[in-house]
């Protein structure tokens, strides 16, 4: 092996393959950017004698976290549409200030806001949709994380493109342009069935099947939806994509809250992803989504943070804890969706939805290194009787410590530590004053025309 | 005035009483135990040139945080019943781990790890129910937290108690040996409707009406219980808690989840308070609770966190997010329970519930000065549009960085200060070992007889 090796020590390994397992007192053996072997401490004692160690007393090592679902650059509205419904929120707050602010350093700052709270959250790797998708490439690639980025396609213009063709002239010429970053990959990202007409959403499923790229689309989010749907197409948006060729296994629904049991069976049969976010689902009133009926069909359930705008923090494992007690007490199961399941879904599922499942997601030799380090020692997470439990239920995302993507560490102690990180995050903070007042004199009628 | 002034200076002041009200560079003049007032900064400055001042740049003031219901001991038994509905945790885990574990050493350690979570979450002052309150007591005092303890009342007896006469013999002892502690209130704390007979629960309900002690029950938390309820008395729960009269202003009805509109009425007609425990409900698969209806009868509702075993962690800031989250969801109305009302809930609204109304729960001159500042600096926070809408939505409990009860200022920089917690903390999580092997060795069937 030409790469030398890196021993991760922490007290308890879940490599998430195989399911249901904790390893006590395992080493992690790491060669540049890949997962070389998990072996007994003991055992890389003695077969690595020289290799660099990390030891991480009462920490616990998972896969990085998958966010399978948000609009990053959104940090700069949190917290400007509460208690709104979806409907009025997209059409009095969140379009109107877009059509403000839209801009490439808007995307830039919103991203780099949102990928170091991520980062230091334990999300390795977040998909994103969102205008200027090379703004959220530069943003991840500073703090060295993952990123999917969306294809956007969207039916009105904006700052960065003149209509659907433009936008997936940009999306397509950026992802020529970094095809050879390990760390970016693509999704076609059409944003709704009420948002992009069936010629354009025809397009995105020839391309998709062309380039073998996911479809990421809202899809079910409210009643209104599938009430507008049948008043304009007849049918319900599913059944409509399904006409159009867009519900696949490449296809990650997200929300999904309204879906009937034949809809249900539908999205089993085809293979479809759910990109589960039920804090942004809760806080919009659109509703509580059938998440057992997706676990009972072997359905393939992500959990997405959605924006900042609506939910409103990017604190994916809070999120799956929710997503888990959601699912329990809403269906009456308290048995379903155990810890271990959970992590399967922010970790495993995340990768396969994006295509990514053989080169994340799980901590498996020939896999990328990218890995959490919970430090489970605090005062409230005593006695540790299961690692898994105390992760999903019990500790917050204030007990991640270190990140690794790809092999590179790139959280320490809790700080993003990337130089470039180090450089923009306090530069992006001072800006957000200058955001901020921006926002306000929008909301407030007195922006510059 | 005998006492120094101290003025306490962060960046926003939400005083809860008034309503909606967000005071900005204002100074609260704190003397001795009591808050003295608050006022503009400029004006301190002049009034007060002398007083010692701590500047909290950055920072939110609240009241302290009201824990409306918890076992806090059973923090030692978090984790080991997960995904188990509520009648099999009970009686295949919780109760079999009570009845080998019990003690006053046992009640201790849990309240010391609980209050030290509850403490640095915010929180301070809880509601408790347990078996030795006594130690509950000592442990709340050690850290300097407010408790309002259960005198608990169940037909079965335990390791401490024969039953509920002796069980309310010692809870009424306790209460007249701490009445000289302005930090420690007391509760009636009848277990339930159905682990409490007719008899014991109207003595309950005289002891009440004599004492002027609230009534701290849970009711209503599973369909079970309801139909259980029928078969044996012919009613439901809360209607038998009425005609033996302990449904009153004074009653404080814990879950109350499954609840028809006839009995929500009665409830907003009787002036019952409701602790309202979202995680718990969700964990135990015991449903969804009637949030909505509750906020449109002006019902007066507080959050709880319930106790670690089920929920898994003593969150409060976490728990009121989601009571609001889940309230607009399964409600379909975004607009309720706005995070200006959330954070009623979580302070006056407790306090009001055990009676305490006119001492905490709000930020007004001549009450005790329990106060909670939360650092609202970290990047994932900016830019702070509305700061009560960051604390609720945006900021978790890792944002507590100061807290006050009556005027001592308990938890500095993240971490409790008293003398007594700095020592008892480290051995009390020494312990926790210990009682891992006990807990696990009874899971086991390994314990001795």
Chains 1, 2 share one sequence.
Request: hydrophobic share 45%.
């Amino acid at each position: 092996m030409s790469e030398p090796i890196t021993l991760i020590q922490p007290e308890w390994i879940v490599p998430v393959e195989p399911a249901n397992t904790v390893l006590r007192d395992h080493d992690i053996a790491i060669a540049g950017e890949m997962i070389h072997e998990l072996l007994p401490r003991a055992a890389a004692a003695e077969r690595y004698p020289e290799a660099r160690r990390i030891p991480l007393p009462g920490h616990l090592l998972t896969p990085g976290l998958v966010n399978l679902h948000t609009h990053a650059s959104m940090a700069l509205l949190r917290g400007v549409g509460d208690d709104m419904a979806l409907k009025p929120w997209l059409e009095k707050r969140i379009w109107p200030l877009e059509a403000r602010l839209m801009s490439r350093e808007f995307v830039f700052d919103g991203a780099v806001l949102a990928c170091d709270e991520m980062l230091r959250g334990g999300i390795t790797c977040f998909n994103d949709m969102y205008f200027f998708p090379e703004a959220v490439a530069d943003a991840a690639r500073a703090l060295g994380m993952r990123a999917s980025l969306g294809i956007i396609v969207i039916d009105f213009p904006s700052a960065y493109g003149a209509g659907a063709a433009d936008y997936l002239r940009k999306g397509l010429e950026l992802r020529d342009r970094l095809g050879d970053d390990r760390l970016m990959s693509f999704c076609l990202a059409p944003h709704a069935p009420y948002s992009v007409g069936d010629d354009n959403l025809r397009q995105v499923a020839t391309l998709a099947n062309e380039l073998g790229l996911p479809i990421h689309i809202h899809v079910h989010e409210t009643d209104q939806e599938l009430s507008d749907s049948i008043a304009r197409y007849g049918v319900h948006p599913l059944e409509r994509l399904d006409q159009l060729g867009l519900v696949g296994p490449d296809t990650i629904a997200v929300h999904a809250v309204h879906t009937s049991p034949a809809e249900l069976d539908l999205m089993a049969q085809r293979g479809v992803s759910v990109a589960h976010c039920p804090h942004s689902n809760l806080k919009l009133g659109s509703g509580i989504a059938p998440a057992a009926g997706w676990l009972e069909r072997g359905i393939n359930v992500g959990i997405g943070t959605d924006g900042s705008a609506s939910n409103n923090r990017l604190d994916l494992l809070g999120e799956a804890r929710t997503a888990a007690l959601l699912a329990k007490g809403s269906s009456g199961q308290a048995d379903i969706w155990s810890a271990h399941q959970v992590l399967h879904s922010l970790t495993l599922a995340g990768a396969r939805a994006l295509g990514l499942g053989e080169r994340i997601g799980s901590l498996k030799p020939a896999k990328y290194a990218d890995m959490v380090a919970f430090d489970l020692r605090a005062t409230e997470l005593q006695p540790v009787y299961d690692p898994v439990s105390q992760l999903i239920h019990a500790a917050g995302r204030a007990a991640v410590a270190e990140v690794w993507v790809a092999g590179r560490h790139v959280v320490h102690m809790r700080q993003a530590r990337t130089p470039a990180a180090q450089t923009l995050i306090p530069e992006v903070v001072a800006r957000t004053r200058m955001w901020q007042n921006r926002v306000g004199d929008t909301l407030s009628g007195n922006a510059a025309p």
